[in-house]
């Protein structure tokens, strides 16, 4: 059974940085590409980055603009996304996906809930 489990969400101030991580299982991780995606309130599921298996690299949404990294550790089965200078607009739950995902980016995790208020 897939699993994933992200955590690493919380209330910061215009400006600031988090790290967030997921933790996946019941799968081999080092042989599927994963992505992140964030669900603003009101709003539907936008696509934030990629990381590819295939040549390792990450891919960002355009918004992104330099601001979020997406690093992942194979030995730990994890995947990151360090998130700097946060605005209320990347207020949202963040989710990570596993690779092949459906129309509603499932399989996923519970989310964890990143918000930006001063």
């Known amino acids: 059974e897939v699993k994933l489990v992200e955590s690493g969400g919380g209330l910061v101030q215009p400006g600031g940085s988090l790290t967030l991580s997921c933790v996946a299982s019941?799968?081999?991780?080092?042989?599927?590409?994963m992505s992140w995606v964030r669900q603003a309130p009101g709003k539907g599921l936008e696509w934030v980055s990629t990381l590819s298996r295939v040549d390792q690299n990450a891919y960002y949404g355009d918004f992104v603009k330099g601001r979020f990294t997406a690093t992942r550790d194979n030995a730990l089965n994890t995947i990151y996304l360090q998130l700097n200078n946060l605005q209320p607009d990347d207020t949202a739950m963040y989710y990570c996906?596993?690779?092949?995902?459906?129309?509603?980016?499932?399989?996923r995790g519970q989310g964890t809930l990143v918000t930006v208020s001063s």
């Open positions: 996906v596993k690779h092949p995902y459906d129309r509603d980016y499932r399989p």
């Open positions: 019941g799968f081999t991780f080092r042989d599927f590409s």
